[in-house]
């Protein structure tokens, strides 16, 4: 069966530093991959969306990028501040269709 | 300003009761969707609408139902038949075509059996 795996610990970081957070899937050929920003209680947000011809997609201080070989998506936050710190969402979804299945999340704490 | 409203932002529900979840956007996206969200669980979908007057069974729509009358709006009934329905659950539009650019969420429904 598809599987998303996202590291279940959270990820400490130092404000300033970069953080970098993984995405695996296994089973599974998506066409595209979006990442999701949640904060407690809220609806997720969206933030950026790659494609499968697509190796790395920027959008200010986030970067994505997509290794269809090693079934990875790996997502950058340069220079971080304490207000990044949230939960982000892997949500890969094959060709054909935009709907994604959402991996668990991993929670970003960024200290000041 | 365009968005996605869900009421009611909490719920309470007596247990062999049905209650309704009301899902409203204004962005004029032709698809809806709904997902339920647990504790430590990633977002699983329950149903979905790529059009009006048309919707589809997500993973999980087992006790649930959804009706698709207008373009703006997509209700959420959660049955008596759903038998563990606490959850907090979340409304999603988006575009269906080449202009896909993400999901928009509302802001959730925290529902509680009683």
């Known amino acids: 069966s598809q599987k998303i795996e996202q590291n279940s610990e959270a990820l400490n970081i130092q404000e300033g530093k970069t953080a970098t957070l993984t995405c695996n899937y296994t089973?599974?050929?998506?066409?595209?991959l979006q990442w999701y920003r949640q904060d407690p209680g809220r609806g997720p947000v969206f933030l950026l969306l790659i494609r499968e011809n697509e190796k790395e997609k920027r959008k200010e201080r986030l970067k994505v990028t997509f290794d269809t070989t090693l079934k990875q998506s790996l997502f950058h936050i340069t220079a971080s501040q304490p207000a990044d710190s949230a939960t982000y969402l892997c949500?890969?979804?094959?060709?054909?269709?935009?709907?994604?299945?959402f991996g668990r999340g991993t929670s970003l704490i960024v200290h000041p | 300003d365009g968005g996605i409203t869900q009421s009611p932002k909490y719920l309470f529900r007596k247990e062999g009761q049905n209650v309704t979840l009301s899902c409203e956007q204004n962005?004029?996206?032709?698809?809806m969707y709904w997902y339920r969200q647990d504790p430590g669980q990633g977002l699983r979908l329950i149903y979905y609408?790529?059009?009006?007057?048309?919707?589809q069974k997500g993973d999980i729509a087992e006790g649930y139902s959804v009706s698709r009358e207008k373009k703006e709006s997509f209700p959420l009934t959660v049955t008596s038949a759903q038998k563990n329905p606490t959850a907090f659950y979340l409304c999603?539009?988006?575009?269906?075509?080449?202009?896909?650019?993400?999901?928009?969420f509302g802001s959730g429904t925290r529902l509680t059996v009683v």
């Open positions: 609408s790529q059009i009006v007057n048309d919707f």
């Open positions: 089973n599974y050929s998506p066409a595209y």
């Open positions: 999603a539009s988006s575009s269906n075509d080449a202009t896909f650019s993400g999901y928009t």
């Open positions: 949500a890969p979804s094959s060709g054909g269709s935009y709907i994604p299945t």
């Open positions: 962005l004029n996206h032709d698809a």
